[in-house]
């Protein structure tokens, strides 16, 4: 089954564009549903089969150190928290769930902080969540997400897509602020992108 077709099966998210989960999973794990990242690393290890993949979790563990696993980069304490395992997070479809409903939970989270821009900030929100470089991930999330829908648009032989843009404001001093600003709500009747405000 491919990535889309999971998400499309899986996914427990009501309100996170589905062409944005796409990009989650393929800047995280690359669509190998058996990947694992450890804390502080910028790439993990696409393994060949579920074995391979508990006995790296396992040295992670002996080390101390965070391990990301699978489709999503689904951090293992919080799945042994939640009373799951690692093997549990190897499943495609589950970890799918997992992340989603994390996915969720952040949108309201910007939304009761009174963010304008709920996905990017939800997006943020899950880069902390799986270890990544917010700022960096976030971009890259963001782009793979406009070139997934320019994609899925030329298929359908829909170019109403225009003008696709991503503002990244960075505030002056020590402590910056940073914000990037894109909406991937798509009018379904019309094909065009609306706004998010």
Same mark, same amino acid.
């Given at each position: 089954?491919?990535?889309?077709?999971?998400?499309?099966?899986?996914?427990?998210?009501?309100?996170?564009?589905?062409?944005?989960? %796409?990009?989650?999973?393929?800047?995280? +794990?690359?669509? *190998?549903? @058996?990947?694992?990242?450890?804390?502080? =690393?910028?790439? &993990?290890?696409?393994? %060949?089969?579920?074995?391979?993949?508990? +006995?790296?979790? *396992?040295? @992670?563990?002996?080390?101390?150190?965070? =391990?990301?696993? &699978?489709?999503?980069?689904?951090?293992?304490?919080?799945?042994?928290?939640?009373?799951?395992?690692?093997?549990?997070?190897?499943?495609?479809?589950?970890?799918?769930?997992?992340?989603?409903?994390?996915?969720?939970?952040?949108?309201?989270?910007?939304?009761?902080?009174?963010?304008?821009?709920?996905?990017?900030?939800?997006?943020?929100?899950?880069?902390?969540?799986?270890?990544?470089?917010?700022?960096?991930?976030?971009?890259?999330?963001?782009?793979?997400?406009?070139?997934?829908?320019?994609?899925?648009?030329?298929?359908?032989?829909?170019?109403?897509?225009?003008?696709?843009?991503?503002?990244?404001?960075?505030?002056?001093?020590?402590?910056?602020?940073?914000?990037?600003?894109?909406?991937?709500?798509?009018?379904?009747?019309?094909?065009?992108?609306?706004?998010?405000?």
């Amino acid at each position: 089954m491919d990535i889309l077709s999971l998400i499309l099966s899986c996914s427990l998210s009501i309100k996170f564009d589905d062409n944005l989960i %796409q990009s989650i999973i393929m800047n995280e +794990s690359f669509n *190998n549903p @058996i990947y694992v990242r450890v804390e502080g =690393s910028k790439f &993990g290890v696409g393994y %060949q089969n579920k074995d391979d993949s508990i +006995s790296a979790i *396992n040295e @992670i563990m002996k080390s101390g150190k965070e =391990s990301y696993i &699978g489709l999503m980069g689904i951090p293992l304490s919080d799945a042994i928290n939640n009373g799951y395992t690692a093997n549990d997070l190897l499943d495609e479809c589950f970890n799918i769930q997992l992340g989603t409903a994390n996915i969720d939970m952040f949108m309201d989270h910007c939304k009761a902080e009174g963010k304008i821009d709920i996905s990017t900030c939800s997006i943020k929100k899950y880069a902390k969540y799986t270890g990544q470089k917010s700022i960096i991930f976030t971009n890259k999330v963001i782009h793979k997400g406009i070139q997934f829908v320019s994609k899925s648009n030329q298929k359908n032989e829909n170019p109403l897509i225009k003008n696709q843009s991503v503002h990244l404001d960075i505030g002056k001093g020590r402590r910056s602020k940073e914000s990037v600003f894109i909406d991937f709500n798509i009018d379904k009747e019309r094909g065009e992108m609306l706004d998010d405000k």
